[in-house]
């Protein structure tokens, strides 16, 4: 379906809205473009006769009617304009809620070679553009195009000479608009290109900040953000340029040669005596002229606003098509939490596995560690667990059920995880542990922070547990933020539980404390431990050794050290190291 279609389909959504606000401006356009007969008829009535000795008070009538046609005019074309914005907002929020969705929806490899700054382009700026360069341009074009044609037909009609000699504006109109396209098509997608960049530069910016600081890229990234800046500034002065040159003085200068030209011929007939219109006559012509000339202007504007958001609509509409995530609807029912990797391989690229025939079983209850150098697989594994990806061969169980098969939602409600650099979101500590800004259940919150040791950090807080939490905790030392992130899983009571190197940013006394909580927290629960740190892992059921995404050794500590392969290897090392 085309683009525009599709775009235009979206005004049905609120037709009640649409169908009063087309009402309200037809109405008004109308009564704007019929008041100038009533002056018409004043000059021709009482004004020519007030010059030949007639009444003042002649004129008060017309005058009152012009008024009041004026005055419901502009009321109801006011209605009309404020319910049309309306809609073109309600439409437009509508396409954001929907583009959020979708990204809420999307399976998280789109994210893999996307930047989020393009994403958030799509959902911010480009919805916006929609708003105002095709909702609203329409909304006007409807409105100019039907004055247009209306104020034709009136000069054909009061006029018909006038009305055919005005037919030839119709080419210039065309060779306007035409230069006016030119100009602009180039700046403008300039103006986009840059404007989707900018968001992207910022949003790396905001995220490597500390890092851009820390290996002294400030000037680079100064320069590069300058550049893009400059390319918006040339392309918006580009577009300043052809709407001053082409909307605007090519009509204006066009509007005063016709004038000009009826004026002479008026004039010319005038003097040779054989003058037949009217004063009023004369009025009405040159302001039904002026009038059309004005809505020349605009709508070479108008024109190619719509087919250049076209292009916006495409990307947005595009973006909306993404296939999102097909889920199960069936939840997961998981009792005892037996996990079972049975000859899982899986790639994120075809044809190049990052795990290969991963088998792997989790009694109840059991502690299983991943260990491996950088890259092995150790994450991939357990992106499989939470199914941010699912495998290309093989089947992952949990209590005997293959979790393809039931939704990711419910299969993640049963999992606490610990991430390497926990998130934080906006609210409290106590929203943040209860993951939850209204339901919160305070002594269960204050619990959960006292079992992982976090209590003496928030008794230093004025507002303990109802300390704000702002831009993902970065007031917090990452330590803070995983005792935090600890509670949090506490609360939630999972089955599983994945701790992906949860002890890695924690002081030698913090991690006392933390250690002592862990045992708590994988009480009953089938623990998964992505660790480098070795010294956290001895006493764990099984440690799988990862090595170019195969397990190449599995059993307990002290046999994996007595077999003397990589596990003894990189023990070794560490001790060396400590
Ligand atoms: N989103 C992705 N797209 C493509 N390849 C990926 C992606 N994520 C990871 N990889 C690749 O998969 C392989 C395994 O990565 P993974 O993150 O699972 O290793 P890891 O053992 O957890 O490493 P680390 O200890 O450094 O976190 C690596 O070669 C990595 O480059």
């Given amino acids: 379906m085309g683009i525009l279609k599709r775009l235009l389909q979206k005004l049905s959504l609120f037709p009640g809205i649409f169908g009063l606000g087309f009402i309200c401006l037809l109405l008004a356009t109308i009564l704007s473009d019929l008041s100038p007969f009533i002056l018409q008829k004043m000059i021709d009535g009482p004004l020519t006769a007030l010059s030949q000795g007639g009444e003042l008070g002649a004129l ?60 958030a382009t799509r959902i911010v700026n480009d919805t916006e553009t929609l708003r105002t360069q095709f909702y609203n341009s329409c909304m006007y074009l409807v409105i100019h195009l039907m004055r247009f044609f209306f104020i034709m037909g009136v000069l054909f009609t009061i006029n018909p000479m006038m009305g055919l000699l005005l037919c030839l504006i119709f080419p210039i109109f065309y060779g306007i608009q035409s230069l006016y396209k030119r100009m602009t098509d180039k700046p403008m997608k300039d103006f986009f290109d840059s404007r989707s960049e900018i968001n992207t530069q910022v949003n790396e910016l905001l995220h490597g900040a500390s890092m851009i600081q820390l290996y002294g890229q400030e000037e680079r990234v100064i320069e590069e953000f300058d550049q893009t800046t400059e390319k918006m500034t040339v392309a918006y002065d580009r577009l300043v340029l052809a709407d001053s040159i082409a909307s605007w003085s090519l009509t204006e200068f066009l509007k005063y040669i016709v004038i000009a030209g009826i004026l002479t011929i008026a004039g010319l007939s005038y003097l040779g005596g054989d003058l037949e219109m009217t004063a009023g006559f004369l009025f009405i012509n040159l302001n039904y002229v002026i009038q059309l000339f004005d809505l020349m202007a605009n709508l070479i504007r108008r024109l190619p606003d719509i087919r250049r958001s076209l292009e916006t609509g495409e990307r947005v509409l595009t973006f909306l098509d993404e296939k999102v995530e097909a889920d199960a609807t069936k939840e997961i029912q998981i009792d005892r939490a037996a996990v079972e990797f049975d000859h899982v391989t899986f790639a994120y690229e075809e044809g190049k596995p990052v795990l290969k025939d991963i088998s792997i079983q989790a009694c109840p209850g059991q502690t299983l560690a991943l260990v491996g150098h950088t890259g092995s697989g150790k994450s991939s594994i357990m992106n499989l667990l939470y199914r941010f990806y699912d495998p290309q061969e093989g089947e992952i169980r949990i209590d005997g059920q293959n979790i393809r098969h039931f939704s990711r939602e419910s299969l993640r409600s049963h999992m606490g995880i610990v991430l390497q650099d926990p998130y934080l979101f906006s609210g409290t500590i106590a929203s943040n542990v209860a993951m939850s800004q209204t339901d919160i259940d305070r002594d269960r919150v204050l619990d959960a922070l006292k079992q992982v040791g976090a209590l003496p950090m928030i008794q230093r807080l004025e507002k303990g547990i ?108 560490q001790q060396t190291v400590e």
């Fill in 60 to 119: 008060y009538p017309m005058g009152v009617l012009y008024l009041i046609v004026l005055a419901v005019g502009q009321i109801v074309s006011y209605i009309g304009n404020r319910v049309l914005i309306h809609g073109g907002n309600k439409v437009t929020a509508q396409l954001r809620d929907q583009a959020f969705l979708v990204m809420q929806q999307l399976p998280i490899s789109y994210f893999d070679d996307k930047p989020a700054g393009k994403i």
């Fill in 466 to 573: 109802d300390h704000p939490v702002v831009e993902k905790g970065s007031a917090f030392s990452s330590g803070e933020r995983q005792l935090i992130s600890f509670a949090r899983t506490l609360y939630m009571n999972p089955k599983i539980l994945i701790l992906d190197e949860a002890t890695s940013h924690i002081d030698t006394e913090t991690e006392e404390i933390i250690q002592k909580a862990m045992a708590v927290l994988q009480k009953g629960r089938t623990t998964f431990i992505i660790a480098h740190r070795l010294s956290t892992i001895q006493d764990a059921d099984q440690i799988l050794v990862l090595s170019e995404g195969r397990i190449v050794e599995r059993g307990q500590h002290a046999d994996l050290i007595a077999h003397g392969g990589i596990y003894a290897q990189m023990q070794a090392i």
